[in-house]
T-cell receptor, first 115, second 113 residues
Framework: AQSVTQLGSHVSVSEGALVLLRCNYS??????LFWYVQYPNQGLQLLLK??????LVKGINGFEAEFKKSETSFHLTKPSAHMSDAAEYFC?????????????FGAGTRLAVHP | SAVISQKPSRDICQRGTSLTIQCQVD?????MFWYRQQPGQSLTLIAT?????????ESGFVIDKFPISRPNLTFSTLTVSNMSPEDSSIYLC??????????FGPGTRLTVT
């Protein structure tokens, strides 16, 4: 069965520092990959997705992620953290198998940004 | 992207009662999804709801506990039946309004006492 592993349940960075949130998936066939962000007391917002094509994907709010098949990874980065980036981030995969568009989520990483 | 609203936004319910959560989308969509997010945890898919057919439930979720209706292409309801404190969670609906992109509603925060 497909699974998603997010390394680090909590990540803390200084404002202006690099943000790196890690995501690895388990699948012999690369699935479609997504990053979502959840701000306090809100629903999930799609940051970016990878389906096919260019492996470096740019999303909203300055985030980007790179699909690396050899490492089964889809890490999320942002060159310079802003206070407003503090939120919970979820990596998700959509397997190719199955009859519907199921998303499997990782456990989430809570990003804290301090001055 | 689709605009999704949910009602109620939050509720406090007594054990043994039921709560129906509504999900409204501003455009017609084929599939709607219901997720549960338990406190401090990730999202788990409860079921997928297609208009005009029975919902498809994931392992660990049953229709008697979480009946779902999907009367048209813009609306769905999820009922949490015979609630217990373990049902305290955020319940979110989502839709796939663009290929491979799921959009989520703001969630319903349920506390069962």
């Amino acid at each position: 069965a497909q699974s998603v592993t997010q390394l680090g349940s909590h990540v803390s960075v200084s404002e202006g520092a690099l943000v790196l949130l890690r995501c690895n998936y388990s699948s012999s066939v690369p699935p479609y990959l997504f990053w979502y962000v959840q701000y306090p007391n809100q629903g999930l917002q799609l940051l970016l997705k990878y389906t096919t094509g260019a492996t470096l994907v740019k999303g909203i709010n300055g985030f980007e992620a790179e699909f690396k098949k050899s490492e089964t990874s889809f890490h999320l980065t942002k060159p310079s953290a802003h206070m407003s980036d503090a939120a919970e981030y979820f990596c998700a995969v959509r397997p190719f198998s199955g009859g519907y568009n199921k998303l499997i989520f990782g456990a989430g990483t809570r990003l804290a940004v301090h001055p | 992207s689709a605009v999704i609203s949910q009602k109620p936004s939050r509720d406090i319910c007594q054990r043994g009662t039921s709560l129906t959560i509504q999900c409204q989308v501003d455009s017609q969509v084929t599939m709607m999804f219901w997720y549960r997010q338990q406190p401090g945890q990730s999202l788990t898919l409860i079921a997928t709801a297609n208009q005009g057919s029975e919902a498809t439930y994931e392992s660990g979720f049953v229709i008697d506990k979480f009946p779902i209706s999907r009367p048209n292409l813009t609306f769905s309801t999820l009922t949490v039946s015979n609630m217990s404190p373990e049902d305290s969670s955020i319940y979110l609906c989502s839709v796939e309004s663009r290929p491979y992109e799921q959009y989520f509603g703001p969630g319903t925060r349920l506390t069962v006492t």
